[in-house]
């Protein structure tokens, strides 16, 4: 008896916990490795994805160039349509926060265990979920200098994609 009304408790305490949220949005969240591709001249510090994970990022050094961060694991992040990323800059010696709405990219495939968040030059942003460790991604980076009129010598020119990662495997290794 003293079993059944323990379990009993338990299970309403589990419940409970969920009682406030919507269970459909737990089963919306994916557990990935996380990391992030700094197109800026600016280096970007304690960046999270909806209030989850944190990590940091050195600036690009030219237009052209990548600075990046390590990979954080391991850290839930909803599948939705848009996601919203909180960093950090210094500006006058004081770090300020700031927040940005940004697109996901592939958020709905299956077997994605990466995300990747593409800090872009106009203070905007992109984040790819993909199947493997994506690459930095030109066709971005071109898109969000459009309006300039700025050549572009890419470093290491074999590093960059024009595609998701995930349209690059699925083209290597089609279904």
């Known amino acids: 008896m003293i079993r059944l009304t323990f379990t009993i408790f ?3 305490n589990i419940v409970s916990c969920h009682a406030g949220s919507d269970m459909k949005d737990i089963k919306e969240k994916i557990s990935v490795s996380f990391l992030i591709y700094n197109y800026s001249n600016i280096a970007i510090e304690n960046v999270s994805i909806n209030s989850q994970g944190s990590s940091s990022a050195n600036a690009a050094t030219k237009i052209g160039s990548v600075g990046s961060s390590g990979i954080v694991c391991c850290i839930d992040i909803p599948t939705s349509k848009s996601v919203k990323v909180k960093y950090s ?3 006058n010696g004081s770090l300020k926060e700031k927040s940005i709405d940004v697109l996901t990219e592939n958020s709905q495939e299956k ?3 990466y995300a990747v968040f593409h800090f872009l030059p106009n203070n905007s942003g992109v984040l790819e979920f ?3 460790p994506p690459s930095p991604r030109k066709d971005l980076l ?3 200098i459009n309006k300039q009129e700025i050549e572009v010598n890419f470093e290491n020119g074999s590093m960059w994609n024009s595609k998701t990662e995930n349209e ?3 083209q290597e290794f089609p279904d």
């Open 10 to 12: 338990v299970f309403f």
């Open 89 to 91: 800059v210094f500006d």
């Open 111 to 113: 077997n994605n265990s």
């Open 130 to 132: 993909a199947m493997r």
């Open 142 to 144: 071109l898109k969000a």
């Open 168 to 170: 690059m495997a699925h």
